[in-house]
Each structure stands twice: as C-alpha cells, then as structure tokens.
C-alpha cells in the first residue's frame, strides 16, 4: 500500500507544475459552487501522511478516500473504532458531497460502536460502558449534522438522522421534524411525509397537527391505511375527543 501511495505522489509531483493552472480554476468554480466546504490543511497531512496528503492536495481526492474507507472497513473487522472515527473524518473531509460516507460514518459510529462499547466485557463497569456509549452517539451525531451541512438535498441523511433521533435519543420531535424536512427533497420517498405525521403524533403537545395531518393521509387511499396510521388515528380521536359524528373510527356502530 505505501510503495502505491509513494509511487502515485511521484507520479502527481511530475506533473504538478503542469495542472497547476488547471487546479486553481477548478478550485475557484468549486468554492464558487460551495463544493469544498472541508479544508485540506496541515492537520489533515499529519492524519492522513505526506504521500496522500500530496496526492489529495493534486486534485486526487476521490481515489485517496476510498482507499481510507478500505481501511476503515479492515479496522472495523477488527472492532478497532477510534481509528475507524479519524478515518472516517478523513474520508469525509476529502471527499464532503458523497452523503454515502458520512452515512456510513455515522451508521458505524452511533450503532455499530455504540453497541461495542456498551456489550465490551473488558470494561466491567456498567456506568462507564453507558458514557462511551453515549459519545459514539455524539459522534454518529456529529458525523451526521456536518453530512447534512454539506449535502442538505440529501434526503438520506435526514432520513438517517430521524431514525438516530427516534432510536438513540428516545426524540420523537426531533426525528418528526427531520422527515418533514426530508420530504421536500428531491426524490424522496411518500413514506417520509407519513413517518413525519406518525412520529409527530408521538411528540406530547402535537396531537391535534398530528391528527390533522394523519386524517389528511388516511383520506388520499388505502395506501396510507397503514396499520400505525389507523391506531393512532383511534388513539388522538379518543385524546382530543374527536365528536363521534366526525370520526373515521366509530366507537358504536
């Protein structure tokens, strides 16, 4: 792997003078287009080594990624996730509008690694098993805010983010408002508006938008007849006393 690296930063430094031109015109249309929202400084060289930090700097930053996320996935087979964590951070760094990685990342770091350190044996105290359980899910967090940030037509990484909201932080509220944001984006699934209302309908203090909202769904078709949908448009029809007349579910006949 590094007699490659080395070989390829050669190869980049033979040629560097030659792109140079070339580089700093596709740098300005990037920054102009708001696509280099990560910085490749000193800090990333001393992460990533002076061969890919050269070959990432020579417009070779796709190919360095993904030879970080190979890694990353070796270091993953070997539950090793603090360096998964910087190689994560690399990748994302290099390569900022691929949600693919900073799903990913943050997949590995809020369920994968939450669930190593709180089932890892080694650590036989409980309440420290639950404190680094919780930073993987700052972490998975954090990888997902700045996934967003950089790809915010990305209606994966809402989705990802709702469903971390809903499983790790027990926020129904906040996984409600994601989906909604997601459902207005390019091709993003029906379901989406519909798991907005359910998780809505969860949220205390929401039940009557939510109810407004899931009555709105039931009456498009079958399609949305879900079984959730129908038990909680019983449930808020007895909360908000819904008058009989008007409900979708009777309670007489």
Known sequence: MNKRLLGLAGLVLAFGA????????????????????????????????????????????????????IQ????????????????????????PRNFYFWDNAAWHMAWNGSVFAYENTKQPRIAIRKKEQNEFFDL?????????????????LRQTYALFL?????????????????MHLKDAPPYMERA?????????????????QLRKLWLRGKEERKPTVITLLKSLEAQLQIPEEQRIYKTSP
């Open 18 to 69: 030659a792109k140079m031109p070339l580089e700093i015109e596709l740098d300005r249309r990037h920054h102009a287009a708001e696509f280099r929202t990560a910085k490749l400084d000193l800090s990333l060289r001393e992460k990533i080594g002076q061969a890919n930090f050269i070959a990432a700097l020579s417009g070779f930053r796709s190919p360095i990624a993904d030879i970080l996320w």
């Open 72 to 95: 990353a996935h070796t270091a993953w087979e070997r539950t090793e996730y603090g360096v998964m964590a910087l190689l994560f951070d690399n990748v994302t760094t290099l390569q």
């Open 140 to 156: 998975g967090e954090d990888f997902l805010i700045r996934g967003i940030r950089n790809n915010p037509g990305s209606y994966q």
């Open 166 to 182: 809903e499983q790790k932080r027990k926020d129904p509220c906040g996984a409600s408002e994601q989906y909604r944001q997601g």
């Open 196 to 212: 907005a209302a359910i998780h809505l309908a969860r949220c205390p203090g929401n039940e009557k938008v939510a109810y407004e």
